[in-house]
């Protein structure tokens, strides 16, 4: 089993562009996560989905969206990219939604200049 | 809103020290998680944990529940154990994961 995969590792945003960070779980969990890290900070919670077709806030989801059509993948779509998204991100999953351990994706490096 | 609050926040021990990291928390939750983030970023899961206490080779965690905290110890601390570790918190009624800030362990040879 591949676990969670991100691409891509590193990415250069310009001001206003937009982009999409993939993220694929090849584990059947039906939980799928977003987070950021920011230096100096915990991680937050950007969006989760407990299963196909159901998405829901986290704790800073402005200016993201996200979609679950399938249970393997989870993009996270940035729209008009802003400096303050400049962040590692990274993708989880779990089997379901408490008390089960959850599995990281390696990270997605984004700089918004 | 549960804060979980970490320390030290640094941590700098020679080799074979015994090495004891704190994580508590305000609110209940459901279950515990120590993680670990080596440079370069990838985070794995250490434990998880809802009481008493766990094992794996050299790292122990310990949880009590009515005080809401919880210890990560190393014994025989290596240099390969240097990295940021993260205790984060599975609250009731919550989806995802509140994360401390991490503490950053450096072991020296």
């Known amino acids: 089993n591949a676990g969670v995969t991100q691409t891509p590792k590193f990415r250069i945003l310009k001001i206003g562009q937009s982009m999409t960070l993939q993220c694929t779980q090849d584990m059947n969990h039906n939980y799928m996560y977003w987070y950021r890290q920011d230096p100096g900070m915990g991680l937050k919670l950007i969006y989760y989905s407990v299963g196909a077709g159901i998405t829901d806030k986290g704790e800073v989801p402005n200016g993201y969206n996200v979609s679950r059509s399938t249970t393997e993948d989870f993009p996270l779509r940035l729209e008009l990219a802003a400096p303050s998204q400049t962040s590692v991100y990274f993708c989880a999953s779990s089997e379901t939604g408490q008390v089960y351990e959850q599995y990281f994706g390696p990270g997605t490096r984004l700089t918004v200049t | 809103k549960n804060e979980v609050e970490q320390s030290p926040q640094n941590l700098t021990a020679q080799e074979g020290e015994f090495i004891t990291i704190n994580c508590s928390y305000s609110?209940?939750?459901?279950?515990l998680h120590w993680l670990q983030q080596h440079p370069g970023g990838g985070i794995v899961s250490l434990f998880m944990l809802s009481s008493g206490k766990k094992k794996h080779g050299r790292l122990i965690a310990t949880i009590n529940i009515q005080e809401k905290h919880s210890s990560l110890h190393i014994t025989a601390s290596h240099p390969r154990d240097s990295a940021v570790y993260i205790c984060?918190?599975?609250?009731?009624?919550?989806?995802?994961?509140?994360f401390g800030k991490g503490t950053h362990l450096i072991i020296q040879p």
């Open positions: 984060a918190v599975d609250e009731r009624g919550a989806d995802g994961l509140t």
């Open positions: 609110v209940g939750i459901s279950a």
